[in-house]
């Protein structure tokens, strides 16, 4: 059986190129084509630093639904408005689809508030499937798949279990989370220099993040009446996520009750693994598709934290084990022999 072939509309950017290049490494996987409106003509191969086909070159982000044809499925690094439309435009064509945007996570009288634009394909928001395997199950096979963003992938690792066995009041939950500056994407302008981020943190989109109401959307699957305040802060690193939440605790919601929900939830997972939340740090998750999570309480308050690489579980690779899902394949597949950056 050959390999299914894939396709990357943004393969230039940080989440593109990495799931580009997952794809060029994985045994069941090709790598079809890549676009980038700046590389237009150039080897994907050199550009990427692994072995593709010689011939495979860069092609044009307005030409990518063109190359429909030379693929089986197609991962979508794009912006929003851009996968709004070019995702129905592949599933029509029957092609497997895996947004890494924000186009399909939300109802559609959310988008203009949290993303300020009206919804142009609102039939295929109750068609995509939030691929977040851990939490809503794997995706059914040939589905189309939203994937989840960065900050709401570690708060919902870190939160649903709690919120699913009752151990912590819906309403009032706060989630602290921090993300190296690639998280912002490709960005060129003085704000995202090396002078202006060296030796900062600052919050950003203070009570208007577009992952504030995803992650209230998840949560809403396990209870009612969940309430949520995020706020999102940049580091002055590249790579890596670490996001903090505190809850009310609810009766039964000791510090060994909290610690063995989590622990029994991703006993059987493939990529979380539960353990002291003092344990939980970056170094140990960027360069994997791991998440660690750990939780902790009192009489006052559940903590619960996660960290994940926030361009691979929080974007590329957890687009690729979406895909392992879709086919049938093990989750881990092509994703496993991935190192950590610190030793």
């Known amino acids: 059986m050959g390999k299914l072939r894939v396709g990357v509309v943004g393969a230039s950017g940080y989440s593109g190129a990495i799931a580009a290049r997952l794809i060029a490494i994985h045994p069941n996987l090709s790598l079809a084509f890549g676009t980038s409106d700046k590389l237009v003509g150039e080897s994907l191969g050199a550009h990427l630093g692994v072995r593709v086909d010689d011939g495979l070159r860069f092609v044009g982000n307005g030409t990518a639904i063109e190359h429909a044809g030379s693929c089986d499925a197609v991962l979508l690094a794009t912006s929003a408005e851009v996968s709004m439309r070019l995702l129905p435009a592949f599933a029509e064509l029957g092609k497997q ?75 009032g939950i706060v989630v602290d989370a921090k993300s190296g500056v690639t998280g912002a994407g490709k960005q060129s302008s003085e704000a995202f220099s090396f002078a202006e981020y060296a030796d900062d943190s600052h919050a950003y989109k203070v009570l208007g993040h577009q992952h504030t109401p995803e992650i209230v959307r998840s949560l809403s ?25 505190y809850a009310r605790p609810l009766p039964g919601a000791t510090a060994a009750r909290v610690a063995e929900c989590l ?46 690489d926030n361009l691979l579980k929080g974007a590329a690779g ?22 950590r950056v610190s030793p």
């Open 263 to 308: 622990a029994d939830a991703y006993a059987r997972a493939g990529f979380v693994r539960a353990m002291a939340p003092d344990k939980v740090t970056l170094k140990r998750v960027v360069g994997t598709n791991a998440c660690h999570v750990g939780a902790t309480a009192d009489e006052d308050v559940v903590v619960s934290i996660g960290a994940i």
């Open 221 to 245: 699957r396990f209870a009612t009446g969940v309430r949520l305040t995020f706020t999102p802060h940049y580091l002055p690193i590249k790579r890596g996520l670490l996001a903090t939440c």
């Open 318 to 339: 957890q687009a690729l084990q979406n895909l392992n899902l879709m086919n049938g394949w093990d989750e881990t597949t092509g994703l496993d022999g991935l190192q």
């Open 97 to 171: 689809v895996v947004d890494l945007s924000g186009a399909f996570r939300l109802e559609a009288g959310a988008y203009p508030r949290w993303y300020g634009f009206e919804h142009a394909a609102p039939a295929w928001l109750a068609r995509a499937h939030y691929g977040l395997p851990e939490v809503a199950g794997p995706p059914p096979r040939g589905a189309v798949v939203s994937n989840p963003g960065c900050y709401a992938t570690a708060a919902l690792l870190a939160l649903a279990p709690l919120v699913r066995e009752r151990l912590v009041e819906p309403a």
